[in-house]
Structures are given as structure tokens and as C-alpha cells.
């Protein structure tokens, strides 16, 4: 009996300072929503080439995934949300496509971004077209504290 | 209405009441966990069923109810409330689980490790499978459910899961480790599983029935003894295919018979499940109590 709570006491207490490590994570990924992760793209990666580059259903199928997954933090047309930056700024359009790819390969996780490799290969290319179609638009831009 | 039946019309009524939808992309595993944690702050209830058929005894339909919450992109937590109903017996509620998942590598791998820690508080007339242990056979699910919720169960449980994405393919091992936190030795188990999308390329038009909507695959579990007699002898061992629908309007059921492999496991048994996923229910928690849009 005494072993028993003794271990679900441990499992709770255990559970608080990874819980007020993950609400720092999360707001340090609030006030951080800079583009630096972008850089951390391995050569190899970016030089990947866009398999639907020249597949016009691509944008549209890449759309639809969007809207489906990543609205939610980027907001509607990727122009920024409270969660998530806009993916309209010049660093994510002007980055290559394997470098885009790389990142919602692997996510940025202790900032908030999840890993999407839950989505096939095809899937996140086809992602990638739609965000470049987007083009750069800086008014996008949000103001987190509104 | 039986429990099941309650249980089930809850996630309905939630449904209607967050009208809010995110398409879900879940694998079809039903005991097999993936390297897939739950996107942040998003909530996703679930429903499951297994039933089982019960050579010498009455065949019994086992239910849990699951909420999962994103707390970060490396951490999800759950909370299980399940239950059974026992053919010519009775219904009686089970017990609750507590569950944790966190990732914690960075960068995605080949292989990707994903620790999960879990306390259960159980009753001995808990039948829901959720996954097998040291050596969980059918016999120990003949004892009538009056006298088997008698005994209660607290046991802390550990499991290291694997994931690999390989061309399409998602591979998941799972390894258990079970301590009852009476004076009883460590009991393991595994879970295996293998499946992928009917397409990878997804389509232009948004589409109920589009076979990249549709996952399969199948998975091997069971258990593997204890600390002092490890290994497959007087186990149960199940073979598993299944079926993931993740429909656009963010519900996915899942479906999956499962055969038993040997004369110490449940000769059948027909699972399925049904989930249904809130985004950002996490950030409408939060306004209700702060006021802030």
C-alpha cells in the first residue's frame, strides 16, 4: 500500500517540473517567432528538388493539407497566427524547396512546431507548393499581444 | 442505454458542442503505439470496443473512453476511463489509466524513440486488451465479474516505442514493461505494427472516399512472461489486420479483427474505434478563463 502511493506520488510530482518546463517552451515559442530554423537545413536537404514542381494539382492538393493541418497555427492563407509565424515572410518564400520540406520533416518541436512526417513524402512536397505559391506578403505580420 | 452505448453518444454530443474540425491522419493500430504524438493543444476523444470471444465462459464487449491532449509538440497526455460488459453476466466499470508520451529526440531519424509512461487503477474484471503482458491468458477472463472486481490493480507501466517512416510504410515497435506495485515482479510485453496509406499522394478535390484517406496494415502483440520465467511460453499472442478511415470532417474509426495465435489466447476478437479530434481546444480552454480572444 505504502509502495503504491508512494509511486503514484512520485509519477505526479515527477510530472510538474516537465509541466512548467513545457509552458516555458511554449511561451518562449510565442515571443520567439523568428526564422532562424530555416538555416539549420542540412546542404544535401536543400538541394532537394520538388517532385510536383511542374504538377498543377499540386497547389491545390497542397491546399487542402494545409487548411486541414497547419491552419489551426499559421492561419488561414499561412498570413500568421497567435501559435505560429507567418509563412509568408520573405525567409520561408525565398527558402528552397528541400529546406521547407526538411523543416516539416522534422518540426521544430520545443518551439512548438510539430514533426508532420505522419504525412507522406508526397504530401509534404505537395505542401511545400502551395506555401511557395503563397508569395511574400509582410503585412501578414501579427501582433501576438492583440 | 448501455454504457457503451453512453459512452459512444458522448462523443456526439461533444461533436456537436465543438463544431470546430481538424482531418486527422492516424495510423490504424488499435494496441500498437506510433512515434506520433498529438499536435499541441489540440484534444482528441475516442471511443474503442473490442469483442472477445471466451472458450468455457461468455463472451464479453470490453470499451474505453480516451481523451488526448497535445500539451506540446513532445508531450502528450491521456486520460482512459473503460469498462466491460460480460455476456449473462453483468456490466461493471473497470478503472482508469493515466497515460504520458514524450519525444524526446529533436530531429526526425530513421528510427524515432518515443517513452510512455502510464499508472493504471484497474480491477481484476478489466478485459479491454489494451495491451498484454507476462502471461495474461483466456482462462484468467473466466472468473465472474462480481468476484473479479474485487480485486483492484495499481501498476505503474513503461514502454519504450520505436517508429519508422519508410517509403509510405510506418513500422512501430513497442516494448512493455508492467510492475504491479503490490509485491509482484515486472511482467513485459510488445506490440508490432506495420501499415500504410492506400495512397500517398493526396488529390485536389476534398473527398470522403480517397484511398489516401484510407490506411492499412496490420500488428502482432502479446506478452512476454516475467522477470522470472521471460519468453513466449503460456502467453497469449494475437495477429491483427486493420483499417483506418480519417474522414475530412475530422472523425477517423478505425477496425480490426484480431486472431489469436495460440491455445493460451481469445480465439477472436473484432475491435474498432471511433475518434474525433478539437483543435485548439487547449486555446479555447484558456479564453474561457482569461476573457482574451
Known amino acids: 500500500m505504502n509502495n503504491r502511493r508512494l509511486a503514484l506520488a512520485f509519477f505526479v510530482v515527477s510530472l510538474g517540473p516537465v509541466s512548467v518546463f513545457a509552458q516555458k517552451q511554449a511561451s518562449a515559442a510565442d515571443n520567439s517567432h523568428d526564422y532562424s530554423e530555416l538555416n539549420r537545413a542540412p546542404a544535401k536537404v536543400r538541394a532537394r528538388m520538388n517532385p510536383f514542381q511542374s504538377d498543377p494539382d499540386a497547389v491545390v492538393a497542397g491546399q487542402l493539407l494545409f487548411e486541414d493541418h497547419c491552419t489551426e497555427c499559421h492561419g488561414p492563407a499561412g498570413g500568421g497566427g497567435k501559435k505560429g509565424p507567418s509563412l509568408r515572410h520573405a525567409e520561408v518564400q525565398n527558402a528552397a524547396d528541400g529546406t521547407l520540406f526538411w523543416l516539416l520533416t522534422n518540426g521544430v518541436a520545443w518551439k512548438g512546431m510539430p514533426v508532420w512526417s505522419k504525412l507522406p513524402e508526397a504530401q509534404r512536397w505537395q505542401l511545400v507548393r502551395y506555401l511557395k505559391s503563397l508569395g511574400v506578403n509582410d503585412v501578414f505580420k501579427v501582433d501576438k499581444k492583440l | ?293
Open chain 2, 1 to 293: 442505454m448501455s454504457l457503451s452505448a453512453r459512452l459512444a453518444a458522448s462523443i456526439f454530443l461533444v461533436a456537436t458542442v465543438f463544431p470546430r474540425l481538424a482531418n486527422a491522419q492516424e495510423n490504424p493500430y488499435i494496441v500498437t503505439y506510433d512515434q506520433f504524438l498529438e499536435e499541441p493543444r489540440n484534444l482528441e476523444i475516442e471511443y474503442f470496443s473490442t469483442y472477445g470471444t471466451q472458450r468455457g465462459g461468455n463472451d464479453f464487449h470490453a470499451y474505453w473512453l480516451e481523451f488526448e491532449y497535445g500539451a506540446t509538440a513532445w508531450w502528450t497526455t491521456e486520460f482512459y476511463l473503460d469498462a466491460q460488459t460480460t455476456f449473462h453476466d453483468s456490466t461493471v466499470p473497470t478503472g482508469f489509466r493515466w497515460e504520458n508520451r514524450f519525444r524526446p529526440l529533436k530531429r526526425e531519424y530513421f528510427i524515432n524513440p518515443v517513452l510512455y509512461v502510464e499508472y493504471e487503477h484497474v480491477n481484476g474484471a478489466d478485459k479491454i486488451l489494451k495491451e498484454l503482458e507476462g502471461h495474461d491468458i483466456e482462462n484468467d477472463f473466466l472468473t465472474p465479474n462480481a468476484e473479479a472486481r474485487d480485486e483492484v490493480k495499481n501498476e505503474l507501466e513503461l514502454k519504450l516505442i520505436l517508429g519508422s517512416n519508410f517509403k509510405g510504410w510506418n513500422v512501430s515497435e513497442n516494448f512493455l514493461f508492467v510492475k504491479n506495485l503490490t509485491n509482484e515482479p515486472w511482467e513485459f510485453g510488445y506490440a508490432v505494427g506495420a501499415s500504410r496509406p492506400l495512397a500517398l499522394k493526396a488529390s485536389s478535390k476534398r473527398c470522403s472516399f480517397c484511398p489516401q484517406n484510407f490506411v492499412a496494415g496490420a500488428e502482432m502483440y502479446g506478452g512476454l512472461g516475467d522477470r522470472y520465467h521471460f519468453g513466449l511460453h503460456e502467453t497469449s499472442q494475437y495477429l491483427a489486420p486493420a483499417l483506418a478511415w480519417n474522414i475530412p470532417s475530422g472523425w477517423t474509426l478505425r477496425i480490426s479483427p484480431a486472431f489469436g495465435l495460440n491455445d493460451f489466447s481469445h480465439q477472436f476478437m473484432l475491435r474498432w474505434g471511433i475518434a474525433w479530434e478539437i483543435p485548439g481546444f487547449g486555446d479555447m480552454v484558456k479564453r474561457v478563463f482569461t476573457g482574451r480572444p
